[in-house]
């Protein structure tokens, strides 16, 4: 069965540290990737997603992630974070052949507490 | 302007118990979804619906009743609540056209609604 997972399920880091989120998926054909956040109290938003093209797509906020097909990840990464990033993060895939269904994959997610 | 906005927030209630979670959208999305996020945090495909007609239904115990009455509004209608059924509920929408590289698979949620059954 397909299946995403988060390595991290609870990061914690102190401002202005680098940050890097583990997201790999099990499926053996092409699918899209997104990466989204829940801030405390908020709706899920969408910080970034790849379809197709250069492997390294940038999101809002100075997030970025990077697909690698031969890993299977598409790991999630800020070089510098802030107090406001304190939120969850989920990664979630979806086969290309069933791309118009929006039957998301999810990860677990991950908790990131910055410290000021 | 909240784009999915979803009611209530919170709902605690009793074992037996029969409750609704409303969900409308103002994106003018043609197709709407609810996920379950359960205990571990995964967050799981219940029921989509393109157009007020079902789409999926991911064997979700026929408790559940999804209602569509338009294309910006789905409800979520659970019967004989159980304890199991403690859970976040997401309600999502996005447009349902266009090929993979369009915002077809692009879901827009809400913030969740926190069912407690006691």
């Known amino acids: 069965a397909q299946s995403v997972s988060q390595h991290n399920h609870h990061v914690i880091l102190s401002e202005a540290a680098s940050l890097e989120l583990g997201c790999n998926y099990s499926?053996?054909?092409?699918?899209?990737l997104f990466w989204y956040v829940q801030y405390p109290g908020q709706h899920l938003q969408l910080l970034l997603k790849?379809?197709?093209?250069?492997?390294l797509v940038k999101g809002i906020k100075g997030f970025e992630a990077e697909f690698i097909k031969s890993k299977f990840s598409f790991n999630l990464r800020k070089p510098s974070v802030q107090w406001s990033d304190t939120a969850e993060y989920f990664c979630?895939?979806?086969?290309?052949?069933?791309?118009?269904?929006?039957?998301?994959?999810f990860g677990q997610g991950t908790t990131l507490q910055v410290k000021p | 302007d909240t784009a999915v906005s979803q009611t209530p927030k919170y709902l605690v209630t009793q074992m037996g118990n029969d409750k609704s979670i409303k969900c409308e959208q103002n994106?003018?999305?043609?197709?709407m979804y609810w996920y379950k996020q359960d205990s571990k945090k995964f967050l799981k495909i219940m029921f989509s619906?393109?157009?007020?007609?079902?789409?999926i239904n991911e064997t979700v115990p026929n408790r559940f009743s999804p209602k569509s009455p338009d294309k910006a509004h789905l409800n979520l209608h659970i019967n004989s609540l159980e304890l199991g059924d403690s859970a976040v509920y997401f309600c999502?929408?996005?447009?349902?056209?266009?090929?993979?590289?369009?915002?077809?698979?692009?879901?827009?949620f809400g913030a969740g609604s926190r069912l407690t059954v006691l």
């Open positions: 790849y379809f197709s093209g250069d492997p």
């Open positions: 619906y393109n157009n007020k007609e079902l789409i």
């Open positions: 999502a929408s996005s447009h349902s056209s266009g090929g993979t590289l369009s915002g077809a698979n692009v879901l827009t």
């Open positions: 994106l003018g999305h043609d197709t």
């Open positions: 979630a895939v979806i086969p290309k052949l069933s791309s118009n269904t929006g039957k998301l994959i």
């Open positions: 499926y053996g054909g092409t699918v899209n």
